[in-house]
């Protein structure tokens, strides 16, 4: 009897704990949608981030686009050489690929700092912390507009018509962005208590440019090579936007791919960051 | 209704990676500085920040946080700003919060003041629109001119206190935690930051100022907490607070 009771008793512990589980996951989700509501906040500090980049440079941001021209030309002449592919082929693929992966290095990058490098914000006043994330967001978004002129210049140069395909880029970066999110909540979290990450990371990030269909076609690789495309998710995030951008449709498995991570990276994030955020206050 | 309540709030920090070879001399009576330190059951050391904390404020009140070198004051306020979660207890805060304990904070350097307006009163969840219509009136209050047009570089410390305390103080906020910054300036603007307060007080919202300087806050102050490594030590009117604490020096030193 007395048995049941405690087993009773401690089902009703684990009940609670599970309860309150639950309920620190929805402050997270929660999070999410209060940090839009300082949007002019975080979209004023991005932007800023954006010049002070280029403080006192005359042609300021546009140096993003300048630097993106520069790979196409060089980049693109030389490689496609190598890979005996003509330019009207291969310095679209080159650019729209490169532009892209440049953004989703920089959203892992900074994602890690999300929390380190606005620690003297933290520390002062109580802001949801999804705003450190959002404003790195749309600073890389607006870096990604001055990139994206050099795309524009190519599609002109090498009579691409990448529509109606192209809409498919809107819901490919809302599905970008909303990995941008959990990556930033998770690896921020995990740096502000573990500096090493923070070192790895961008080890890490040179490595997987060279082994991403970037600078090469997922298509030219074989046999037992296929798994740094199969098996790399950066793969599927740069392919449903770079098809659109040339005016394909992406294949329908690199959406299930790509969603499939999405949901997996929110599952693993949201309850981790949802039991340490409140810890983050004493870290940084 | 602006609105404090702390109910028995401790608060412990971990320290990480410190572990020190400075051989211990067992201290002797109490230390005058710090918290509390002990090491948990990890052996990891744990810094006791506050220690069984219970206090109420109401509209109105102007409290003065007492107390010598790292007794708890700055955390107490991060504490009421809701930035520190209590290790135990409960923190009840009514009313939009604006602190004002870092005087580097929400501040770019290499910007205009005007511009910094603009970025500190946007953290403090001021919308553009409501800031444009205020600029001016904090452009004044700070008394700056034309300096607001200089990046903040330029600005000596009070300059930049001055500034601080200028957007602060317009936010529309009911309580405002301050942590010895108006000590910063000069007279002219201590008088106009004090009369500031008492306006602010006058609206029945609440005030918490930790600070060294009596004067400071005798003048503006109401209320005063005195804390001594993290413990509540006396709580009341301002005048006794500051006798209490001062014959607590007085028979440290002679002892």
Redesign the interface.
Known sequence: MSRIVTLRAKNGIKETKLRTDVSKVLEVFREVRDGWRWR??WM??GW?DVQ?RH?RSRIGPFWNTLSLAFVATCIGTLYGGIMGRPMSDYIPHLVTGYMIWAFLQALVIEGKDAFVSNA????????PGTVYIYKLLWKNLVILGFNSLVYVAVLVLFQVWPFPNILLVVPALAIVLLNGIWVGLLLGLINVRYRDLGQLIPNAMRLAFFVTPILWYPDSVSGLRTIFVDFNPFYYFIEILRAPLLGQAPDPLLWIVALAITVIGWVIAAPIYAHWR?RI???V | MAFVKLENVTLEFPVQASKSDRRRVPSQGEKPVGGQLASSQSGQMVVRALDHLSLTLEPGDRLALLGHNGAGKTTLLRVMAKLYPPTHGRVTVQGRVAPLLNLSFGLDMDSTGYDNIFIRGLFLGMSKAELRRKADTIAEFSELGDFLDLPMRTYSSGMRARLAFAISTHVETDILLLDEVVATGDARFFKKANERLESFARESKILVLASHSNKVLREICNKALLLEHGRLKAFGAIDEVIETYAASTAGDAKA
Not at chain 1, 120 to 127: F, L, P, Y
């Open positions: 002019e906040l004023t500090l800023r002070t403080r003297s914000a933290i520390r002062e006043i109580a802001v409140r206050a004493f870290w």
